[in-house]
C-alpha cells in the first residue's frame, strides 16, 4: 500500500498558485518525498524531491512541515499545461529506491 | 539526451494470446524498472532490475509474465497467456548516473486484452 495520502482532485485558475497536498504520516527518518506528474497519455514525469528542508527549482516549491508528516507542492503560476495526476511519493535512498505510487490529486487548471 | 522508448505504443491481442513489450533505456542507466498501470490507478512495480540482475520482482504474476534484461541494457516484459485483467499500461522507467535517485519514464504501451 502507499505510504502517502492525497485527495483525489482539485481545481486551480490559470495564473493562481496550485497548492497541493500530502499527508505522510509514517514516513520513515531515512525515506524521501518525491513528486511527480503525469499528464494524460504519457509517463510520470519528475517533479522535486525532499527529506526535510524545503526546495525549490524552476517547476515548482516543496514545503515540508517539520515533524515531515505532510508536505506541500506549489505550482507558482499554473497553467492550463499544468494539469495533470500529481503523484506524492516517499522512498527510501538507500537499497532498491523503490516507488510504491497511490492513487495521486488529478489537477485541472482552469481558464 | 534521448529518453526511454518503448514499444509497441499500441498492442490489441485476444485473451490467452501472448505478448512482448521492449524497453530502451537511457544510456548509462545502470537501473529499469516495469510498471503496470490500471485505468484510474496508480503505476504499479512489477520488476526492478540492477544492470541485468532482479532486484525485485514481489508484485510480477511469475505464472504468466517474464521479465529479461540482456546485457543490462534493453529489456522484454512477457505475458503469456494473457487475460482479460491485464489490460493497463506498461511502463518502463529508469535510473541511473548524477540524477540516480529520479526516475525517468517512457510513453508506455497501452494494452488492451479482448
Not at chain 1, 527518518?29 to 499528464?39: C, D, F, K, P, T
Not at chain 1, 526535510?52 to 517539520?66: G, H, Q, R, V
Not at chain 2, 524497453?23 to 526492478?48: F, R
Not at chain 2, 540492477?50 to 517474464?66: I, T, W, Y
Request: glycine share 8%; with cysteine; aromatic share 10%.
Amino acid at each position: 500500500d502507499a505510504k502517502t495520502t492525497q485527495p483525489p482532485s482539485m481545481d486551480c485558475a490559470e495564473g493562481r498558485a496550485a497548492n497541493l497536498p500530502c499527508n505522510h504520516s509514517t514516513i520513515s527518518g531515512n525515506e524521501y518525498v518525491y513528486w511527480y506528474r503525469q499528464i494524460h497519455s504519457q509517463g510520470p514525469q519528475y517533479i522535486i524531491h525532499g527529506l526535510k528542508n524545503n526546495e525549490t527549482n524552476e517547476m515548482a516549491s516543496l514545503i515540508i512541515t517539520e515533524d515531515r508528516k505532510s508536505s506541500t507542492l506549489i505550482l507558482p503560476h499554473a497553467t492550463l499545461r499544468d494539469t495533470a495526476v500529481y503523484y506524492c511519493i516517499v522512498s527510501s535512498q538507500a537499497g532498491t529506491y523503490k516507488y510504491i505510487f497511490g492513487t495521486g490529486t488529478r489537477l485541472k487548471v482552469l481558464a | 539526451e534521448a529518453g526511454v522508448a518503448q514499444s509497441p505504443r499500441y498492442k490489441i491481442i485476444e485473451k490467452r494470446q501472448s505478448v512482448a513489450f521492449w524497453c530502451n533505456p537511457i544510456s548509462g542507466h545502470a537501473t529499469l524498472y516495469w510498471y503496470q498501470q490500471i485505468l484510474g490507478q496508480g503505476p504499479k512495480l512489477l520488476i526492478q532490475f540492477q544492470n541485468n540482475g532482479v532486484v525485485d520482482d514481489s508484485q510480477l504474476p511469475k505464472d504468466r509474465f517474464s521479465a529479461e534484461r540482456l546485457k543490462g541494457v534493453d529489456s522484454t516484459l512477457k505475458i503469456q497467456p494473457a487475460k482479460l485483467e491485464d489490460s493497463a499500461v506498461y511502463l518502463c522507467a529508469s535510473s541511473g548516473g548524477p540524477s540516480y535517485n529520479e526516475q525517468f519514464f517512457g510513453p508506455g504501451t497501452r494494452l488492451t486484452v479482448l
